[in-house]
Nanobody, 115 residues
Framework: QVQLVESGGGLVQPGGSLRLSCAAS????????MAWYRQASGKQREWVAT???????SYADSVKGRFAISRDNTKDMVYLQMNSLKPEDTAIYYC?????????WGKGTTVTVSS
């Protein structure tokens, strides 16, 4: 069974940094695209970043230049380094992996950017 577990969220001041982690089990992630999404209170879930099996990355315009997605296939992990955080980055962050025609999601980790 595929499971994803996010961690690393917390409370941070504007301009600060956090590094989110997503640990996968039940699957060898090296061959798959992985992505981060986020959902702010009262809003729809939105895409944040994607990393391919070849480590090519892409980002939403709202985070480009501030966030960096990476992966460690030896550990079945994907990361999201978030710098220069803004209050509008406050959300629950989820990782996702598509596998055998289904999307698998973690339960999310909460990021709050506030002074």
């Amino acid at each position: 069974q595929v499971q994803l577990v996010e961690s690393g969220g917390g409370l941070v001041q504007p301009g600060g940094s956090l590094r989110l982690s997503c640990a996968a089990s039940g699957i060898i992630v090296s061959s798959y695209v992985m992505a981060w999404y986020r959902q702010a209170s009262g809003k729809q879930r939105e895409w944040v970043a994607t990393i391919t099996s070849g480590s090519f990355s892409s980002y939403a315009d709202s985070v480009k230049g501030r966030f960096a997605i990476s992966r460690d296939n030896t550990k079945d992990m994907v990361y999201l380094q978030m710098n220069s955080l803004k209050p509008e980055d406050t959300a629950i962050y989820y990782c996702k992996i598509p596998w055998r025609g289904m999307d698998y999601w973690g339960k999310g980790t909460t990021v709050t950017v506030s002074s």
